[in-house]
Structure formats: structure tokens, C-alpha cells
């Protein structure tokens, strides 16, 4: 089977100004921080990031954000000034209703009908539906140019594990990117991942992150 | 004395005892986390980034420790417990696997509805909030009757923007316990010892009934 890993230069050199950038985390837990580090030296900029929260919250000070799709700014003050100041275009989105996009995106779903927020903000600029005597707002699927991943283990097809709560919403956003970019904490043989344990296959991965993983990740 | 820790753990003790074996339940940041320290063995606590099962907390930001709850502290996980991606977290909320929620407010309004998000000129976005109102039927307010500097926040509508609307049946304070009806607005059930329905009126800004069987705290 071909080997998707990837040096830190290949994975750099696919970043490129205008794109929307999909990241795993929550609380800062679970980020892939080495890719985040790679995109920042890409210098790309004018870009979209879509994420359960402000877990990158270091590479929105970096100006490197025009817009953001996520649930939950944290309580980072500069973060809010930033969204305040409207120097960051900012959609909130509930977050099982964002985790619901992410994964329609994923799985070739055009959206998806939820409850989840009917009469409040949540619903401004959206369709309300009726169907099958219930009231629905009609939200859309999301994809990205590039999804970032953080898994626990990965083998050389792309096959992950996922470590604790750092599993979070890494799973729908590995299955949402055009190009799946993934950074493993391990990286095993073929056939070492049991494969009924294996939580996202190899499928949804197009690069794994080949980087030293004896220390310090 | 508004905010008092002791005033906190009666609110806390008061949710705790609604609760038996086998139900699980989702708490909030603030007020209703405390309400995990008065459960019986058996109830389970889920925490919506991907856990269910949460044992205590156990420390603060480590970004390597395995487990984290929805506020980003560490915690252990209690025996049978499962940890699992944010579709499937809110899934088991929206589908009504949970027995209640217990979350803060800035406000609450005699109808139910429910501004948890936002303080006027700070709006960090809903979080997972607008998913868990929507989606559990049970929804529990637990919080200081009155703001800092003595506002009510029992009011007869809510100023800042709604979480959900007409979503809370139980309002919990340090003083007094509410049913809401949607439609019937506020019943007052339950009196702290000592503490009058006359001072409760004068400190609560929505009109509300008294049950017949009116019992203490």
C-alpha cells in the first residue's frame, strides 16, 4: 500500500492564501499544533478557519484569519476584541449543529434539518422548513480546501486512532477536506491498528505529517 | 449575600436529590458543576466534548492528559465509563439519552426562556448551549437570584440574546425554587427556611403564583 507520509516542506508548500482551513480541538485540546506551526510558515493569509472553538486561537492573533465558523470563542480578551474590532468576520454556529455540517460535508450530504436554536440568532439568515409536521432549520453542509488532523496513531495508509477526549470533532473534519492533513502522536506498521479499532480509515487521509514522534508529541 | 459559596452548594444539594440510578445528565460551567459533588454513585455525568461517565476533576490545563471535560479541566473517568467524537456526543443529546441539563444564567423569564450567552457588549458565541436546551427536555437553571449589585435575574423578558425560547421548566436559586410553564409562566414550590414569599417577590422581576403545597428548601 502507498506510504501518504509527508515531509513537514510538501505539507507547507500546500497552503496558499484564500483557503478555508478546517482544525480539530477543543480547549485547546487535541490541536494539531505542528501543523498549525507549518501553516503559519506557509505564510498563507486571507484565510477561513472552521473549528468547534478558538483552539487556534494563537494563529487568529497572527492575522492570518479574515473569517471564522466556530461555536465558542473562549475567553481569550484578545480574541473577542479581535471579533469585536471586525478585523475577524466571525459566524457562531451551535456546536452540535456545526459538528452536524462538518460531518454532512464529509459524507456527501447537502445539510441537514435541526431544531437546535429555532428562534433565536442561531437562525438568522437561514430557511426554516416544515417537514413531516415539524418545524426545521435547513443549515448547509461545510468542506474545506484543507482539513488539519491530531490522531494518537496512525499507520502508513492513513488508518487513525484517536487519544482520550482529544478524539473531539478530529474524526468528521478528517472526513471533511478535500486535502486531509494529519499529524499522529504514533506512527505504526501496516496491521498493527486492529482494524476494527481503526476510527477514521485510510480513505479519508491524504498526508501524515512525517516527523520525529520519540519525544515531545 | 448573592454568590455566596455556601448559598451555591444549597442550590447544588437541592438538583443533586432530583437525581437517581441510571440518569444522566449534562451541568454547565459555574453554579451546576457543583451539583456533581452531591450525586449518588449511580447517576452519570456527560460532558459534551465526548465523554460519558465523568469521575472527578482532577486538575487544570494539561494539554497531554488524557481526559478532558467541556471546560477544559482535566478529569478521571468512573468505571464503564466511554469516551466518543462531538457528533456523537450531540447526538445523544438531541435524541434525548439525557435525563436533564443544568446550566447558568444572566437571564431567565417567567415563560422559560433563556439568555445564557451573553452579557451586554461581550458575545463569545453559544457554545454547545443552544444544543443542549433544544435537545434535553429537562432543562434546569441553577444560579444566584440576583446579580452583583442586587438586579433580579428572574425577569419577566429577557434583554440579552436567547439561548433557547420557552426551553427551562426548573429555576433553582439560593432562595426559592420555580416550576415555569411556558404558557402559565412561574409557580413558586419550594421557600428556603427563614426566607419570606414577600422577600422573594421583591427580589424576583416576574409575577408568579404560589403552590398550594408550598414546602422549604
Not at chain 1, 465558523?69 to 475577524?88: D, F, T, W
Request: charged share 20%; hydrophobic share 45%; net charge negative.
Amino acid at each position: 500500500m502507498i506510504s501518504k507520509r509527508f515531509s513537514r516542506e510538501e505539507i507547507i508548500a500546500q497552503f496558499h492564501d484564500g483557503q478555508t482551513i478546517m482544525t480539530g480541538g477543543f480547549s485547546f485540546h487535541g490541536c494539531p499544533e505542528l501543523l498549525f506551526d507549518a501553516l503559519v510558515e506557509s505564510g498563507a493569509r486571507h484565510l477561513t478557519n472552521i473549528a468547534l472553538d478558538a483552539s487556534a486561537a494563537r494563529l487568529m492573533h497572527l492575522g492570518i484569519f479574515d473569517r471564522v465558523i466556530i461555536a465558542h470563542a473562549g475567553s481569550v480578551p484578545e480574541n473577542l476584541a479581535l471579533m469585536a474590532s471586525g478585523k475577524i468576520e466571525v459566524e457562531f454556529c451551535p456546536m452540535g449543529t456545526l459538528a452536524e455540517r462538518i460531518r454532512a460535508g464529509g459524507v456527501g450530504l447537502g445539510g441537514v434539518l435541526v431544531k437546535t436554536g429555532l428562534g433565536t440568532v442561531a437562525e438568522k439568515g437561514k430557511e426554516r422548513i416544515t417537514f413531516q409536521g415539524e418545524e426545521y432549520i435547513l443549515e448547509s453542509a461545510l468542506r474545506a480546501d484543507i482539513s488539519l488532523v491530531r490522531a494518537a496513531t496512525a499507520d502508513h495508509y492513513g488508518n487513525l486512532t484517536y487519544a482520550g477526549t482529544a478524539r473531539n470533532a478530529n474524526p468528521v473534519i478528517a472526513m471533511a477536506g478535500d486535502l486531509t492533513i494529519v499529524q499522529a502522536d504514533r506512527f505504526v506498521p501496516l496491521d498493527e491498528i486492529p482494524p476494527e479499532h481503526i476510527v477514521t480509515p485510510g480513505v479519508f487521509v491524504d498526508m501524515i505529517l512525517d516527523h520525529e514522534t520519540g519525544g515531545g508529541c | 449575600m448573592p454568590g455566596a459559596m455556601e448559598d451555591r452548594r444549597v442550590i447544588a444539594k437541592k438538583i443533586a436529590s432530583w437525581f437517581h440510578d441510571g440518569h444522566v445528565i449534562n451541568l454547565g460551567v459555574g453554579v451546576p458543576i457543583l451539583v456533581a459533588d452531591y450525586i449518588t454513585d449511580n447517576v452519570v455525568i456527560q460532558s459534551e466534548n465526548g465523554l460519558l461517565g465523568v469521575g472527578e476533576a482532577i486538575g487544570g490545563l494539561e494539554p497531554e492528559a488524557p481526559y478532558f471535560n467541556a471546560a477544559g479541566a482535566t478529569v478521571s473517568l468512573i468505571p464503564g465509563a466511554s469516551v466518543f467524537d462531538i457528533t456523537t456526543s450531540f447526538g445523544m443529546i438531541r435524541s434525548g439519552r439525557l435525563r436533564a441539563t443544568v446550566l447558568g444564567c444572566f437571564e431567565v423569564s417567567q415563560f422559560g426562556d433563556l439568555a445564557n450567552m451573553a452579557r451586554p457588549g461581550s458575545y463569545p458565541g453559544m457554545g454547545g448551549a443552544m444544543d443542549l436546551v433544544s435537545g434535553i427536555d429537562n432543562v434546569i437553571v441553577a444560579t444566584d437570584h440576583c446579580t452583583r449589585d442586587g438586579k433580579p435575574k428572574i425577569v419577566a423578558a429577557c434583554t440579552l440574546p436567547l439561548t433557547g425560547v420557552g426551553v427551562v421548566k426548573t429555576i433553582v436559586t439560593e432562595l426559592a425554587v420555580f416550576t415555569v410553564s411556558r404558557t402559565e409562566g412561574l409557580t413558586l414550590v419550594e421557600h428556603r427556611a427563614g426566607v419570606s414569599v414577600e422577600t422573594i417577590r421583591a427580589k424576583t422581576g416576574a409575577p408568579f403564583r404560589v403552590a398550594d403545597n408550598l414546602k422549604e428548601m
